[in-house]
């Protein structure tokens, strides 16, 4: 054979080879189950792959309750997801137990996430680097039934605005039946649900008491009068007024309001969704500010995504170019469409669309007003607050001793980890 005709084989041998396509990397996604969360991630997922067809998103939820424990039996021996959604109370433990790595500051830019994103954020930063940025943001309003307020002959278009006028609609609203049962609440309570939230960073603040240290050390509810105030503020609804009770739905406080079982209840903008829904059906619901005292205030919080330990080399840079995505002002508009959550970058909320919506805007407006949490273990601080309101409420101990108990205990939990990693608080 010709030297001509070896040419043009080896040519033909290129041109007809079939083109390789390029490396692809798959990454995973981890979530708790939430229906509205799990549907909206499918389909930015789908939008994703489409833009970077070289990168596959895995995407899994897991049930709440074992969530957690979920990713502490995989990530540390190397399984899991590359990119997760976790409660930013949870980032102290996520951190010390070695889950989450750090966003690369080259890659991601600290100074864009500070001016960009809401002052709340901030508590994502742990010794000066970031550990997730969140697709939304939360703070707490009031619901109310609008046909319950007018069967009980109040105006159903004026929610309370004040603590006394809260107390006075919700024993106007609350139904019971001819044994004492509660059969309709004036407050769906539940301190399990968004009450102690409500109480720690609302209701002592409104009430001009200190929720915690300047330095985020120390809870500090018991360290005034007002805050004692507050708290049997609180424990009176149910212990005084008899406007809702522990053993109502305590499951979920949305079910009773959702049943029209409820009058008020105290929840967050994630629950915009499920109320529109409600609304829907027949609900005839409101959204307003929190009643508030002498100070206005609300409580602020986020889920936020991470990156594990897991994601090295090219999963790691493809899992910040998912998390870039899940993150961009296209995906928190979506977010705020279909799952009700405020969008975390500031500029979104400028919208008159957004903050004039009847039922988003009462949360928006709060934001200038609102406090997040810096917790230590935030399981362990919800349980202290249900355990000192069922000390209370069943056990008929003194209230004052009972949230002694409750911050003694939490801030025994906080001292410890300080002592263990100061780094974090650098």
């Not at 509205?36 to 939820?61: A, G």
């Not at 079982?261 to 059906?281: C, H, N, Q, T, Y």
Request: aromatic fraction near 12%.
């Amino acid at each position: 054979m010709s030297w001509k005709k070896i040419v043009v084989a080896a040519l033909l041998c290129i041109v007809c080879a079939p083109v390789m396509s390029q490396a692809n990397v798959e990454i995973e996604f981890w979530q708790y189950f939430y229906e509205s969360k799990k549907l909206l991630i499918d389909d930015l997922i789908k939008e994703f792959e489409i833009e970077n067809p070289d990168i596959t998103v895995k995407h899994q939820t897991f049930p709440y309750d074992s969530f957690i424990q979920k990713i502490a039996t995989t990530v540390p021996a190397g399984r899991g997801p590359d990119v997760v959604t976790l409660y930013y109370g949870w980032f102290p433990t996520w951190i010390t137990s070695g889950y989450l790595q750090p966003l690369p500051e080259d890659k991601i830019s600290y100074e864009d996430i500070e001016n960009e994103f809401f002052p709340m954020v901030q508590s994502a930063k742990f010794g000066g680097k970031y550990y997730g940025i969140p697709t939304a943001v939360r703070t707490l309003a009031l619901f109310w039934n609008k046909d319950l307020f007018q069967k009980a002959g109040l105006d159903p278009e004026h929610p309370p605005t004040t603590w006394n006028e809260f107390v006075e609609y919700a024993k106007a609203t609350t139904e019971k039946d001819a044994d004492g049962t509660i059969h309709v609440a004036g407050y769906a309570f539940n301190p399990l649900g968004q009450d102690h939230h409500w109480f720690r960073e609302c209701l002592i603040r409104q009430n001009n008491g200190i929720s915690s240290s300047e330095d985020g050390k120390q809870f500090l509810w018991n360290s005034t009068p007002e805050g004692y105030e507050a708290w049997q503020w609180y424990i009176d609804l149910v212990k005084k007024h008899e406007v809702g009770a522990l053993d109502f739905f305590p499951d979920n406080p949305f079910t009773p309001f959702e049943l029209g079982r409820a009058a008020m209840l105290v929840d967050g903008s994630f629950r915009l969704a499920k109320l529109r829904g409600a609304i829907e059906k027949g609900i005839n619901a409101g959204v307003a500010v929190l009643p508030a005292k002498t100070s206005k205030a609300t409580f602020a919080s986020y889920w936020v995504h991470g990156i594990t330990k897991n994601a090295k080399d090219e999963t790691l840079d493809a899992s910040i170019k998912f998390l870039k995505f899940i993150t961009s002002e296209k995906a928190m508009k979506a977010w705020l469409e279909r799952v009700g959550e405020l969008p975390a970058r500031k500029a979104l909320l400028e919208d008159p669309a957004i903050s004039e919506d009847p039922l988003v805007g009462p949360f928006v407006q709060q934001l200038s007003d609102a406090y997040s949490t810096f917790f230590v273990d935030e399981k362990a601080n919800r349980e202290a607050i249900q355990q000192a309101v069922e000390a209370v409420l069943l056990k008929d101990e003194d209230p004052k001793k009972a949230l002694d108990s409750a911050v003694e205990t939490v801030n025994a939990l906080r001292m410890e980890f300080f002592e263990k990693h100061p780094e974090l608080m650098e």
